[in-house]
């Protein structure tokens, strides 16, 4: 090693630790990390005589006396760049200011300040929107928005993955700039029904009109136009004319008023409230304004629940979420609301602590506001049931109805007695809610008088409309109208007028959206009949078995637990007996949990009964030691389950541990666990250690992305020596195992005989380590078959070590090397030892900067090697010209049968190069060309190849800018090709026309399974084309058509299949994996986006 490597070895090392540092210092496992990287470096340049100084380095600290100096050094340097940077941020201020002053456009002659128009809306506004009365019932609750004292939550989105990135911290902070955006124009606001949605807009244009100060980020507004989406009609212009300006104005003001909006768009702000409650129609109109097209300069708020704005959102500059109150938030508005009463404030909180679902529903203001209301009437004490404490809440507003009218109730069942009352709002309700509609119009209430009880429970929505003369009412909050809808159904049930079997057949169009209902249903029957309730629960359990498909297997089955948790609170008993009866009766094999809100522990309790699940796995963070606990007990009883995987983050005692382990030495069948999670650490290791060595029926074990280090690789180390059934030991994405871990496990597997597959990819180890391993595998002793080596950090004398170990090694059979760097010397060396090794047949070195003379080197060996089947190359840099050079080989090879070169850049080039390969060889069965940007030429190349292909059965042509004309010529090939069964065409542009090929051709083939064209420019028209298919082919089982603009396929009337609303992948507890999800009736599954799954009759 030169002196010159060493330096910039070292100037490398202080630019990654120091150059880009985040923070002044690191963990001690970063810090080891760097310490080894650089100890060697430096040694070399100072020489063995330093070694031992070097070495101390590493544990001397700071001399206290100078510690404590430089630390108020930097505090001071602090300061004094945070007062800087504030200078500097106030001279920006000023000078936006003078700009804006120095470059503002005066009006146009025709265009007057229409000054007494502007007034009129401030004072519209002043009357019409400062002021809230939330509930009909208590008329006396309501105030002024001037002094709100508690606000609900306002967090700015990162709007690729949807998650926190700031919170708002004033209520026009929302056109603050951001990263990529440095003056946000389209601001899109998202919540929940309730959350505070409308309440906000009306405090923007409240403090607007009042002149309150606002956030300097706020652009200079000078006219606030506040829209109702609900009372659109006509053009944004004729909206803003019906819904803002006086009825009385000339057309000569109108106009003028006009032109002023469009003369001065940078000061004018407009709000769309409820994007969501708009007119299908309007969804153009919004397009335009969010694009630019029309009033392109103009400040623009929106409002929406997510399902109403997942196509607009990704047009606007910044998205926020309101997520109502927090924990915090709630406690500050109970205590000032019971401020004169402190002790009944202190005993609401009290009872929220001891009641989970209350602490889940004061999220909501509205519903915070009505406990506290209601609190009062009940004179403290909440029942625990959610379903009690509904219909207490709605005895509480009868009482108040029939004391304002002066009717006498005696202490009488008021929701008996306005039963009749009661279930007309449950029908209002229940179709409401079918269409979706929060507004309810005054229509719907026929027969009815302003005296009746039903107004009680629903909020007038002022008419912003000086046109249409109507009044909308809606339910405050939502959840009420969910309630009403759910006692309605529980009547119409227990009456026998409705069938529950029936209903959920009839509403899977509509089964997300309703759970709510729903649930409701299942509460109140069960808060009247346990058996009710029981029966209940078998049909739906029926249902989860019944049908084939995983989404609604998992719907039925997330949707009994809830119901099990709804019921439980009424008597301890019926949980019992519920609980034994979804474990008896569940005939699930396999489930993946990834949702939070799933109710995992209630799952694994009902477990301990059930005979017929093998597969689980939890992918939830947080499971906490009682999950443990409960799986333990679980695992200690259950008799079927093979796998096992979960995850688990934070902090879990020993007791819990050693109780897993002990549960775990219980099961026989158990043959496969793997946990994952920082909660995992050294001490955990050993605890089940002890139950390793002893275990005879595991055979699979995997620790990843865990917390251990050397310590408990080294505890695994005894595992090795005396267990005689493992036989696959994953640690991989562990970086605290390094060197001395794995030596200890290298020393270990020399008497193991049993170990086949061992994976240590994202380990801390370097070379050392590595040599270690390839001293074990030399030997003809070593049982591995399976090395997984990936993303390790290894210098050119390991890949020596490797590429040795394929010369002589007769035992491993799969090798993964990928991103280590390999490069072009690396590669040379190991294609040298494929010509003469003999055993291995699946080898994967992606991410390793293999680069196109690469090619030949390969091309060399498989021309020779007659055992490789499996060849990854994917994110390399081949090029044209390396695809063109591995092609020569590929052409007399035999026995490679998968073959993954994607992600590097092969071109339409490389393309013809690999058809030409594989329209004369007939070995390859599968082969990835995803990424490379071969383009319509190049997949007509494939096509071509794909008419004289007589093995291929999988092809991967995933983002490579294939449009319509590409899509026709895999068309004709279809028509004619009898192997191909699995084709990905996703993240293409194939368009209708594309789409519409396929679906002609595919109305010929009998062969293909599964088709992915999602995100492919697909509209309606494409998507018809796949609906229409469905009766010419009987063996296409999956066509996947997520991320496309499908637009509304419910209007042919002989659809085939119903539309199954899931809100989005994140809000369902399941994987979103919903590919190769086959049926069993011969039609086909289409998943048609991220809020709708197309399914067939069942």
């Known amino acids: 090693m030169s002196s010159e490597a060493d330096i910039a070895r070292v100037k490398y090392f202080r630019n990654t630790v120091y150059g880009h540092a985040e923070k002044a210092s690191v963990d001690d496992a970063t810090f080891k990390l760097y310490w080894q990287d650089s100890k060697d470096a430096y040694v ?7 070694g031992v100084a070097i070495d101390d380095l590493k544990n001397e600290c700071m001399d206290p006396v100078f510690e404590e100096h430089y630390r108020q050094l930097l505090k001071e340097w602090k300061r004094d760049n945070d007062n800087m940077k504030d200078k500097l941020d106030d001279i920006d ?35 019409c929107e400062g002021r809230l009365s939330p509930f009909p019932w208590c008329e006396e609750f309501n105030f002024d928005l001037s002094v709100i004292f508690t606000k609900p939550t306002i967090v700015r989105l990162d709007k690729t993955r949807r998650t926190a990135a700031e919170q708002v911290t004033s209520i026009t902070g929302v056109f603050k700039p951001h990263s990529g955006i440095s003056k946000p124009r389209t601001v899109l606001i998202e919540g929940e029904p309730g959350m505070g949605k409308t309440t906000y807009c009306q405090k923007v244009v409240y403090d607007w009109a009042n002149g309150q100060e606002t956030d300097p980020s706020f652009s200079e507004i000078k006219l606030v136009l506040l829209l109702k989406c609900h009372d659109l009609s006509g053009d944004i212009w004729e909206a803003i004319d019906d819904q803002l300006l006086p009825r009385n104005i000339d057309e000569k003001a109108k106009e003028n008023f006009f032109k002023y909006i469009n003369a001065n768009q940078s000061q004018v702000l407009l709000i769309l409230d409820g994007l969501d409650e708009a007119p299908s129609n309007y969804k153009k109109i919004f397009s335009d304004l969010v694009e630019s097209r029309e009033l392109p300069k103009c400040h623009i708020i929106l409002t929406s629940r997510q399902e109403g704005s997942v196509t607009i959102s990704k047009f606007c500059d910044t998205l926020f979420q309101i997520e109502g109150f927090t924990s915090k938030n709630s406690h500050n508005y109970i205590m000032h609301y019971f401020k004169d009463l402190e002790a009944q404030g202190q005993n609401l909180l009290k009872d929220i602590e001891q009641n989970i679902e209350l602490g889940e529903l004061i999220v909501n203001p509205l519903f915070t506001a009505m406990l506290c209301l209601v609190y009062e009437d009940l004179e403290g004490g909440l029942p625990l049931s959610r379903i009690q404490l509904y219909l207490e809440i709605t005895e509480c507003i ?28 449950g029908s209002i309700a229940l179709k409401a809610l079918r269409k979706d509609k929060m507004h309810i119009e005054d229509c719907e209430f026929p027969g009815t008088t302003g005296k009746s009880p039903l107004f009680e429970f629903l909020s007038v929505q002022s008419n912003s409309s000086k046109r249409r003369s109507h009044t909308c009412y809606r339910f405050s909050p939502k959840s009420f109208q969910e309630f009403f809808a759910g006692l309605y159904l529980s009547d119409q049930i227990l009456k026998g007028e409705t069938d529950f079997e029936t ?10 959206s309703l759970e709510p209902v729903l649930l409701f249903t299942v509460g109140v029957i069960c808060h009247r009949s346990e058996n009710g309730a029981l029966s209940l629960l078998c049909i739906i359990i029926k249902n989860a078995n019944f049908f084939k498909n995983h989404v609604l297997q998992n719907f039925y089955l997330y949707f009994a637990l809830k119901c099990i948790g709804e019921c439980s609170t009424e008597d301890s008993g019926l949980r019992s007996q519920m609980i034994n009866l979804l474990g008896t009766n569940l005939e699930l094999q396999e489930l993946v949990i990834t949702d939070g809100s799933f109710l995992t522990k209630l799952f694994v309790e009902a477990l301990q009964v059930n005979n017929t699940l ?31 995987h979960f995850m688990t983050n934070g902090i879990v005692i020993a007791h819990g541990v050693q109780q897993l382990a002990d549960s775990l030495m219980d099961s026989k069948t158990l043959n496969d666990l793997m946990l994952s999670g920082n909660a995992w650490g050294n001490d955990t290791v050993r605890i089940l250690a002890g139950y390793l060595k002893r275990s005879v029926s595991l055979s699979s074990f995997h620790l990843i992305f865990s917390d251990i280090g050397d310590a408990g690789a080294t505890a695994l180390t005894e595992v090795l020596r005396t267990n005689t059934t493992l036989n696959c030991l994953g640690l991989c994405r562990n970086p605290g195992i390094g060197n001395p871990g794995v030596i200890s496990l290298c020393e270990a597997l020399k008497v193991n005989t049993t170990l086949s597959s061992l994976n240590l990819s994202g380990t801390g180890i370097s070379d050392a380590g590595v040599l270690s391993l390839v001293e074990v595998l030399k030997t003809n002793a070593s049982s591995l078959t399976s090395l997984l080596l990936s993303d390790i950090k290894i210098s050119h004398q390991s890949l020596k070590s490797i590429a040795e170990v394929l010369r002589v090694n007769s035992t491993l059979k799969d090798l993964k090397f990928e991103g280590n760097k390999v490069g072009v010397g690396g590669t040379k060396l190991i294609a040298e030892s494929l010509k003469v090794n003999t055993t291995l ?11 196109a003379k690469c090619g030949r080197l390969f091309s060399d060996s498989l021309k020779v090697n007659g055992t490789l089947e499996s060849l990854t190359l994917a994110e390399n840099a081949l090029g044209s010209r390396g695809a063109r050079l591995l092609s020569e080989g590929l052409r007399v090879n035999t026995s490679l049968r998968h073959l993954d070169l994607s992600g590097n850049s092969i071109g339409n080039e490389g393309a013809e190069s690999i058809a030409e390969t594989i329209r004369v060889n007939a070995s390859l069965t599968s082969l990835k060309l995803k990424e490379n940007n071969i383009g319509d030429p190049g997949a007509n190349k494939v096509s071509e190849a794909l008419k004289d292909n007589v093995s291929l059965e999988k092809l991967d042509l995933s983002g490579n800018a ?30 209708d026309n594309g789409a519409q090929s396929l679906c002609e051709a595919l109305k010929k083939n009998a062969t293909l399974t599964t088709l992915d064209v999602c995100n492919n420019d697909i509209h309606s028209a494409g998507a018809q084309a796949f609906d229409e298919l469905q009766g010419h082919n009987n063996t296409l089982k999956v066509v996947t058509l997520i991320l496309n603009n499908i637009g509304d396929l419910g209007d042919h009337e002989d659809q085939e299949f119903n539309e199954v609303p899931i809100g989005s992948f994140s809000s369902f507890p399941f994987s979103s994996d919903f590919s190769l999800r086959c049926t069993d009736q011969g039609s086909f599954d289409v998943v048609v986006s991220k809020e709708t799954l197309m399914l067939p009759q069942q």
């Open 398 to 425: 009868l009482k108040r109805f029939c004391q304002k009218q002066g009717l006498s109730h005696n202490n009488d069942n008021l929701t008996e007695v306005f039963k009749e009352e009661l279930e007309q709002l």
């Open 93 to 127: 201020r000023k000078l936006e200011e003078l700009m804006k002053a120095s470059t503002s456009t005066p009006l146009p002659k025709d265009v007057e300040e229409p000054t007494e128009l502007i007034e009129w809306i401030r004072q519209l506004y002043q009357t």
């Open 503 to 512: 209903l959920l057949a009839n509403e899977r169009q509509n089964l997300k």
């Open 962 to 991: 294939i449009g319509t004309a590409g899509a026709e010529s895999i068309a004709e090939a279809l028509k004619s090709n009898v192997t191909l069964t699995f084709l990905q065409l996703a993240h293409n542009v194939i368009g």
């Open 614 to 644: 093998k597969l689980l796995s939890i992918m939830v963070s947080f499971l906490g030691d009682q999950f443990i606990v409960s799986l333990a007990n679980m695992l200690r009883v259950n008799k079927t389950l093979t796998l096992v």
């Open 841 to 851: 047949t699946l080898l994967s070195l992606s991410r390793n900067n293999i680069k």
């Open 44 to 50: 070399r340049l100072g020489g063995p005589a330093y």
